[in-house]
């Protein structure tokens, strides 16, 4: 009898390759979605590149949405593009505001600095009947007779009025650097530490309203040991350019911006602008009296004359 063999299983059914139309178009459609996002600010550096490699593999696999595979590398590679840019923009950008941010500091230091030497002051006038630190005998006569211990006292004195204020730093209620404002080029160090004052205009950064009570002749209106001197006077600021501002003259140790400022009622402003220096109590240019003399003796009580070399 014969036998007959078993029927042999049907093979099993694979599925049909996808047609070339659609093979890879889910890349292209990625891709794509990538390189749009590639343009988003900061965030979209890492999807543009995902989209330039979805680009490439779907256009090598072969698909017919080569159109959108195009466009996602394209987008992505733009939108890289345009991040290298901006990190470039950065890099060039950034000594630039470097360079800014260490200005502000520099301000700020200024202002530091005149609130220091204000306090300084006010301790000052208070230890010696109100009356303004100055080495001529009408302001204070002991701090005159002090001073003249200093064999060269009388020539520090008539070389600049801020050796006036230098008994803040012979009494040790301010220090030295105090009056050297960061933004100052032209500051240099004293060669003799020694001695009494500052010899040289370029050993400090500021200049003090008139200290004296008067030229000789005629009353000072006003005077800083005046109690009832009004607060809002300047009684030093950035050191004077040699005569009004304007003219081609640079107002102050910082040109670009303005002036740091300390007040009869010692608190510090740093005034801003660059055409003119109007910040005294009237509003008027600090670094000249109401007769448009440069550090010329006030001729009212309002009147700022702000200078570091007075006729006397």
């Not at 941010?101 to 005149?114: D, F, G, H, P, V």
């Not at 006010?122 to 211990?149: I, K, R, V």
């Amino acid at each position: 009898m014969t036998q007959i063999p078993p029927e042999a299983p049907p093979l099993p059914e694979y599925p049909a390759p996808p047609p070339r139309e659609t093979r890879g178009k889910g890349l292209a459609i990625a891709a794509l979605v990538c390189g749009i996002c590639g343009f988003i600010p900061c965030f979209g550096l890492l999807p543009g590149l995902v989209g330039v490699i979805l680009g490439i593999v779907a256009m090598a696999i072969g698909t017919r949405a080569r159109g959108m595979a195009i466009a996602g590398l394209a987008t992505g590679c733009a939108g890289l593009g345009l991040h290298v840019l901006f990190l470039l923009a950065g890099f060039i950008g950034l000594p630039l505001g470097m360079g800014r941010s260490r200005e502000l500091a520099k301000q700020a230091a200024c202002m530091a600095n005149l609130n220091s030497v204000g306090k300084a002051i006010a301790l000052y006038t208070t230890n010696n009947d109100d009356q303004f630190p100055t080495l001529w005998p009408q302001g204070n006569p002991n701090a005159a007779l002090e001073a003249t211990s200093h064999a060269n006292v009388w020539s520090i004195r008539s070389t600049n009025s801020m050796n006036n204020v230098w008994l803040l730093v012979k009494e040790g209620m301010v220090g030295e650097n105090a009056f050297h404002c960061p933004s100052d080029k032209d500051w240099k160090p004293r060669a003799a530490p020694g001695t009494y004052g500052w010899a040289d205009l370029g050993q400090f950064s500021y200049g003090m309203h008139w200290p004296y009570d008067g030229d000789g002749s005629t009353a000072n209106p006003a005077r800083l040991s005046d109690p009832n001197l009004d607060g809002g006077l300047a009684i030093m600021a950035d050191r004077n350019p040699g005569g009004p501002v304007g003219a081609g003259r640079k107002p102050s140790n910082h040109a670009k911006d303005g002036q740091a400022v300390l007040y009869r009622a010692y608190w510090v402003n740093f005034y801003k602008s660059l055409t003119d220096s109007k910040a005294g109590a009237a509003a008027d240019d600090i670094y000249i009296n109401t007769s448009r003399t440069a550090g010329g003796m006030p001729q009212d009580p309002n009147d700022t004359s702000i200078t570091p070399v007075p006729s006397r």
